[in-house]
Nanobody, 123 residues
């Protein structure tokens, strides 16, 4: 079993900052790429950014410079720091992680998703 749990969401004011956490637990052999997505009300789920096992990052162009993704491999955790929040950032934020659950060569990893955490930006 693998669990992915996001935390750190809530109500914040425009211009503020917050950091979301994504903790992976369970039957973990190794974790590859971890990624963040978000889904605004009545909108499709959009890619935000990802971070590889070695720390290399890739962001959607519109958020680059304001969003920062990091990870702590010792804690099986990824983070999404968002600065200068806008009401347009209001969405459910999802974390995914590619996880290998065994050392078998047959196990190339599978993506696991959290249930999402709501971020509401409002004054």
């Amino acid at each position: 079993q693998v669990q992915v749990v996001e935390s750190g969401g809530g109500l914040v004011q425009p211009g503020g900052s917050l950091t979301l956490s994504c903790v992976v637990s369970g039957n973990i052999f190794s974790i590859g790429t971890m990624a963040w997505y978000r889904q605004a009300p009545k909108k499709q789920r959009d890619f935000v950014g990802r971070i590889g096992n070695g720390g290399d990052t890739d962001y959607e162009d519109s958020v680059k410079g304001r969003f920062t993704i990091s990870r702590d491999n010792a804690k099986n955790t990824a983070y999404l720091q968002i600065n200068d929040l806008s009401p347009e950032d209001t969405a459910v934020y999802y974390c995914s992680a590619n996880v290998r659950t065994s050392s078998s060569y047959r196990d190339y990893g599978m993506d696991y998703w959290g249930q999402g955490v709501l971020v509401t930006v409002s004054s």
